[in-house]
């Protein structure tokens, strides 16, 4: 028993956080660049680059719930997880090999199909192994922060110096390296295959504080995750080079670590809802200050605010839903969410920023990203009106 307490430990400290960093250096590597890649190399419209970018998330949004109900299922995760790492970094290869919109068209798809199963696979494997063994999820995931960071940097200076193409490879290397270092993840004993019912999954569905953070979700992560598409455009509208794109992202992600590090500890001081809201509230202030137009400096400057939005939101919102949720359903309810979130939110807001950006300027579509995000704060504040509710009536 304490051996096997002893493994537990060295994997927490170990494994999770080395493997949350290649799978999110892989993300950094390819997604803060791609729409830059888009318009420069391959020559689209923006419009054609808004429906490619917004590809990703709707189809996030049909695969992310059936790989929850599949892990939920075969109770397999791990093995799930490793066959979308090596199909992912398979279809990023071929991507570098395109030169089509049909065929960036269908490899987006394939390539969304695969990634969109890693991030809550892996979500629900890091829950899991600190509800057995002890620790902080937050202190797990903000080595996802720094990987994507280190990427943005990296590979945008190799991109701008050496080919641009290195986006893709740089993506496939590191989720096989991943993929390697996925074989050594915690097993923990699960149900028999095929515990799962469709009443299950009905009943999740039937909560309504789920349902109302399914909405609040879809309307403060749509316009994160969408972001990471225009973002690059920003910069580089007001003057940036590709390096200077990868530095932004650093200073982004990288202050997002602290924050995650330190989530669970304001959890418990202020509790779930209380620090969504804030987080909301600061995303909502960013996007209407990108939305003024704003100096290249100014952009640069407040690019660490996203470590309190973001760096809070993540670990926040992913643990609320595993709480919401029943423990049969639980790998179904972190899939449901980041479908909604990084798949239909971001879809929307992907796709509506690709239209604005075509009639007007980028500033139209940060505006975009304001109002959503202040919608999103009103759902929280119904959301926590609920709590307050529940609580008196206990």
Request: overall charge positive; glycine content about 10%; proline content about 4%.
């Amino acid at each position: 028993m304490e051996e096997a307490f002893k493994r537990g430990a060295a994997a927490r400290k170990t494994v999770f956080p080395l493997f949350y960093f290649l799978i999110f250096f892989a993300f950094g590597a390819l997604f803060p660049l791609l729409s830059v890649y888009l318009q420069e190399e391959a020559r689209l419209s923006g419009a054609a680059i808004g429906w490619i970018m917004s590809l990703p998330p709707i189809v996030t949004m049909a695969a992310q719930p059936l790989w929850g109900t599949a892990a939920d299922y075969t109770r397999k995760p791990v093995g799930l997880l490793l066959a979308a790492l090596v199909l992912a970094a398979l279809f990023g290869v071929m991507y570098a090999l395109a030169g089509s919109y049909r065929l960036f068209v269908v490899l987006t798809v394939l390539l969304s199909a695969m990634q969109s199963a890693i991030v809550p696979l892996s979500d629900s494997l890091a829950l899991r192994h600190v509800h057995e063994q002890g620790g902080n999820y937050g202190a797990i995931r903000l080595w996802g922060s720094l990987g994507f960071a280190m990427a943005v940097l990296a590979v945008g200076w190799l991109s701008d110096h050496i080919a641009f193409a290195v986006i893709f490879y740089a993506f496939s290397l590191a989720l096989l390296t991943a993929a390697a270092l996925a074989t050594r993840l915690p097993r923990y004993p699960m149900g028999a295959p095929g515990a799962l019912t469709r009443q299950d999954v009905r009943g999740l569905l039937a909560s309504r504080p789920f349902r109302l953070l399914l909405v609040a979700t879809f309307l403060l992560f749509g316009p994160i995750l969408a972001n990471n598409s225009y973002f690059g455009l920003l910069i580089h509208e007001l003057g940036g080079t590709l390096t200077g794109i990868g530095l932004a992202f650093l200073f982004a992600a990288g202050s997002e670590a602290p924050f995650m590090k330190a989530a669970d500890r304001l959890i418990g001081r202020f509790g779930m809802v209380r620090l969504l809201l804030l987080a909301a509230l600061i995303s909502a202030a960013r996007w209407l200050a990108y939305a003024a137009d704003p100096p290249l400096w100014f952009v640069y400057m407040t690019t660490v605010v996203q470590g309190c939005s973001v760096g809070l939101a993540i670990p926040t919102a992913l643990q609320y839903a595993r709480r919401l949720a029943p423990e049969r359903v639980q790998a179904t309810a972190v899939a449901l969410y980041s479908a909604v979130g990084n798949g239909l939110g971001a879809w929307f807001c992907t796709l509506v920023g690709g239209y604005l950006l075509e009639r007007w300027q980028i500033g139209a579509v940060y505006l975009f990203f304001s109002i959503c995000t202040i919608m999103g704060v009103l759902v929280l504040l119904l959301l926590a009106k609920r709590e307050r509710t529940a609580g008196e009536e206990k």
